[in-house]
């Protein structure tokens, strides 16, 4: 009997550990998400083109210039442990692509961002590289972590 009842007291201390783990992640991501909304709506004026020449024509000053954003974000535990579970069974890993979508957006806005701050009001050549997709980093304890890194590139204009 106190065997059963210590079994159940370890179950609900997992339990509970995997419910805080999901809460946690879950405010996190909502909160970042709650920031990239407001970010956007703050530039929502600027136009936004990944074609190589950019429509209707561009001021000379300022001059057209490179800019560079670069967003890393990292899965929490909880996701990578029901990804691994995932894994086993196959099919899509769809809290990924949450990772990834949150990390897009955010390298777009900082080069948006960068671009505004400069005094341009657009942004054209837009362009996306992802990297680190796979887990290749290593904390202290060795455990393999998944983080999702995107690098936007785009030249900034003056209309």
């Known amino acids: 009997m106190h065997e059963l009842i210590g079994l159940f007291i370890q179950l609900g201390i997992v339990g509970g550990m995997v419910l805080l783990g999901l809460l946690a992640g879950r405010y996190t ?21 990944n074609l190589k020449c950019f429509p209707g024509g561009a001021q000379s000053t300022p ?9 890393s974000i ?11 579970l995932r894994n086993l ?19 777009t806005l900082r080069v948006m961002e960068q671009a505004h701050a400069q005094g341009f009001n657009a942004i054209g050549n837009l362009r996306l590289e992802t990297a680190d997709i796979a887990g290749n980093i290593t904390t202290n304890q060795k455990r393999k972590m998944v983080v999702v890194s995107v690098i936007a590139s785009a030249t900034a204009y003056a209309l």
């Open 29 to 49: 991501e909502r909160k970042h998400l709650c920031s990239l909304e407001r970010r956007e709506a703050d530039l929502q004026g600027m136009i936004v083109s």
């Open 63 to 71: 001059v057209p210039a490179l800019i560079v954003g670069e967003a």
């Open 74 to 84: 990292a899965s929490d535990y909880l996701k990578t442990l029901l990804a691994a």
């Open 89 to 107: 069974v196959g099919g899509e890993v769809r809290s990924f692509e949450s990772l990834q979508m949150r990390a897009r957006r955010e390298a």
